[in-house]
């Protein structure tokens, strides 16, 4: 073990005593000094906050130590002792420092005060930051947090193909994937590329959605879910789109809209609750510098009763609210973000679920209602973000499934096994998709999806 000593930084914060020897390593985040004494704050990411080590003159590499730059890595020997200064319990005197990466002052993320623009030019340091640090262990708890919501009531966890021959949302934005040299593609008889020479024997993709693989699996084992990554050619250059997201997808049989709404509201309270217990400092941060009264603002999403509201309704109060909308709004239409946002925060004022929309605007497996002209479904709107979940009670009767295949363009042969699950003992099922860095905008207050991922993937970018 090359450092057998080291502790980790949140664990001294909380737990070491005055007297207690201690070792830990991590980045400087600032250091600042005189002849006399300088104090050196560093962290190592296990907690927002740095611990405050106390360099003295005595020090054996003193001289070198203090001249040292934000983002050196080094490692600290030393005793803890009670801190006079505000806001924290303890601090180190170290007997021993070692350099072990220095940092010279081109390191780009030596300042700070750097704007989010800046940042994503250089993802690779950008977690250094506290900002970034704070994204990335909120990213990890939330995760953690999906996982334990449906373990903790019994749903299997499925892993639907990356890879896949059917395009889920039929909106055709999807990425090509093949082992065919571009340069040289085989051509069929009818003049089009010959897919069946290509690695599958046809055209493949990236999936847009682990929906429909899900559906196999919740149509014997009740209730699952999908947690994976998921991506769109979508040439949308918003705060709110990437090409490569993550989607949290389950799917529940012997059940209608009603219980994929209960479903769905049930899952974003435990998942705000969660980080309400486990990222206490982090969100205190965000509340602070990034989204003011964000804590609020979440605490009140928890006791809000959401709303839902057809989307009928929604048109004609975007109609009536005697606003100029960017894209006009008319029934039949898709609703825009700039749409979404006014119905969640200005027209309902909470959370709303979104509910029946036209079929003609909606992907060809949502159930068709009644009146023949909607679908089974619904948007979930929050404010900030807008949709943050899409969902559906499935069409699980197979002569209406393929009368909206024909509507939609689809090919029923090619669909041939999620047919046969409308054939072989078909029940009313259903799910949602929750966007992943959607939810992290929402519980952080960040503003751009880019800044929720590690190494973001949208329209002209896909460095790191
Ligand atoms: O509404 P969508 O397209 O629904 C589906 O894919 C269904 N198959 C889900 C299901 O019923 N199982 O996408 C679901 C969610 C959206 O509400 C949004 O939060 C997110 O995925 N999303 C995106 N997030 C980031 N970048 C994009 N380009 C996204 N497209 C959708
Ligand atoms: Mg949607």
Redo the contacts with the bound molecule.
Sequence with gaps: MAYPKRMEISAVLKSSNPGDDVAVGGWIKSLRGSKNVSFMHVNDGSAFDSVQVVLEPSLDNYGRITSLLTGAGVFVEGRVRESPAKGQRIEIVPSRVEIVGECDASSPVQKSGTSFEFLRTVAHMRPRTNTFGAVFRVRSALSYAVHSFFNERGFVYAHSPILTTSD??GAGEMFQVTSMDLNKLPMGPDGGIDYTRDFFGERCSLT??G?LE?EILALSLSKVYTFGP?F?A?N?NTA????E?W?I?P?IAFADLEDDIALAGDFVKYLIRYLFDHCERDLRFFDERIEKGLIGKLGAVLEADFAVLEYTEAVRALKDSGRTFEFPVDWGESLQTEHERYITEQYTKRPTFVINYPRAIK?FYMYCNDDGKTVACF??LVPRVG??????QREHRLEKLLQRMRECGLDAEKYGWYLDLRRFGSVPHG?????F??ALMFATGMAN?RDVCLCPRVPGNAAF
């Design positions: 889920c949302e847009v959605s929906q899900a998921t769109r979508e949308s709110r789109h990437a090409a997201f989607m997808e799917e992907p948007d979930f949709e943050l979940i899409g969902g559906s799910g949602f998709g929750l966007g860095e959607r999806i």
